[in-house]
């Protein structure tokens, strides 16, 4: 048991090839692929559009994938003056 | 004025990609706004070497079909802030890149960066096409071994006859160079590979770089750091050298890194 945990293994460049191959593959494997993301767009858009008027640029979609958890951060600008109206 | 260069060999594991992060990267930290494109459509690996796979979102393909605005498919690097990347799809085939969409993505890019690297497929077909007909230069990535030596040899003629400079009257051709990737001195040495000089005679293209067989690529990938921004290393300052060159400085040709500048540079007048 001990021979196990007294060597901690460094990590090393191959471990993280491999690291960062196993958390791409499995997301690419998963086909939670990112060509619904157009899509995404557009229907957030759409939603938002039948409250506020908003640019079709006015949008900026983040994604960070990782280990068992990804985070897609998105960011929508709109005029200042849009409460009023 | 910006310019846009392709990265292109014909034969596939010779070096493209790791060529075309280091060369954007080389270019980035001396100052210069640069942008890397992936052309190998469906087999991206580009994000992969430059280590911004995780943060794809959008891609050139996205971008051709209208699906995405130019700027939400960029990848700002997290190293150097005049750097970014513009992925490929990893669903669609090739027969997504039309020509008016790659010169209405060339021409936006134009708008802000300096350098637009353009890193081919393998092969000679739709992909390695639209890689190089918007381009103003090649970097020709070269094996010294005779299957990649007869690839290069085929893309060079593509590069004089297919091209946006080849079809336009009065233009001038692109300027193709050649970069010899994997170079070995001990096994030139004992007689096994042909020497720099074997193989420019051959092409008849100016050498832009000797980039010597060395560990530091196979790790620079494994981490997901293009050569130049790691470790020191032969291959990165042999890097970093054929950048200088690109940007119009004369820099001794070195081979291994050890200076050797009789042979080439008299044969060749690239030093003078």
């Known amino acids: 048991?001990?021979?196990?945990?007294?060597?901690?293994?460094?990590?090393?460049?191959?471990?993280?090839?491999?690291?960062?191959?196993?958390?791409?593959?499995?997301?690419?494997?998963?086909?939670?692929?990112?060509?619904?993301?157009?899509?995404?767009?557009?229907?957030?858009?759409?939603?938002?559009?039948?409250?506020?008027?908003?640019?079709?640029?006015?949008?900026?979609?983040?994604?960070?994938?990782?280990?068992?958890?990804?985070?897609?951060?998105?960011?929508?600008?709109?005029p200042a003056d849009q409460r009023k109206a | 004025m910006s310019k846009i260069i392709v990265v292109t060999s014909g034969k596939g594991g010779v070096g493209k990609t790791t060529t075309s992060a280091a060369i954007s990267a080389g270019l980035a930290k001396r100052g210069h706004k640069t942008v890397v494109i992936d052309f190998d459509v469906g087999l991206r690996n580009l994000d992969m070497i430059m280590g911004c796979e995780r943060r794809v979102v959008f891609d050139f393909i996205n971008v051709i079909q209208g699906d995405a605005k130019l700027k939400q498919a960029l990848i700002r690097d997290k190293r150097l802030d005049n750097l970014a990347v513009l992925p490929t799809s990893q669903t669609r085939d090739?027969?997504?890149?039309?020509?008016?969409?790659?010169?209405?993505?060339?021409?936006?890019?134009?708008?802000?960066?300096?350098?637009?690297?353009?890193?081919?497929?393998?092969?000679?077909?739709?992909?390695?096409?639209?890689?190089?007909?918007?381009?103003?230069?090649?970097?020709?990535?070269?094996?010294?071994?005779?299957?990649?030596?007869?690839?290069?040899?085929?893309?060079?003629?593509?590069?004089?006859s297919k091209t946006h400079r080849a079809e336009e009257e009065g233009a001038e051709p692109i300027k193709a160079q050649v970069l010899i990737t994997r170079h070995d001195q001990a096994r030139i040495d004992k007689g096994e590979m042909m020497t720099v000089e074997d193989v420019l005679e051959i092409l008849a293209v100016p050498l832009l770089g000797i980039i010597p067989e060395s560990p530091a690529v196979l790790r620079a990938s494994n981490m997901g750091v293009p050569v130049v921004l790691d470790d020191p290393s032969a291959a990165a300052s042999a890097y970093e050298d054929a950048v200088a060159r690109l940007v119009g400085e004369q820099v001794e040709m070195k081979i291994g890194g050890e200076r050797r500048p009789g042979l080439i540079s008299r044969l060749f007048g690239l030093t003078a």
């Open chain 1, 1 to 78: 048991m001990f021979g196990f945990s007294l060597k901690p293994r460094k990590p090393n460049a191959a471990q993280t090839a491999k690291d960062r191959l196993q958390i791409l593959l499995a997301h690419e494997r998963s086909g939670a692929s990112p060509d619904c993301l157009p899509e995404l767009q557009r229907d957030i858009l759409e939603a938002i559009r039948k409250h506020m008027k908003i640019d079709r640029d006015a949008i900026d979609i983040k994604m960070e994938r990782g280990e068992g958890l990804s985070s897609l951060e998105i960011n929508i600008e709109f």
């Open chain 2, 94 to 160: 090739k027969d997504a890149l039309t020509q008016e969409g790659v010169e209405a993505v060339l021409n936006e890019l134009k708008e802000e960066f300096d350098y637009i690297i353009c890193d081919s497929p393998a092969g000679i077909e739709r992909g390695a096409l639209m890689a190089m007909y918007y381009a103003d230069e090649a970097i020709v990535v070269t094996n010294p071994e005779v299957s990649s030596v007869r690839d290069s040899d085929r893309v060079l003629g593509l590069l004089q």
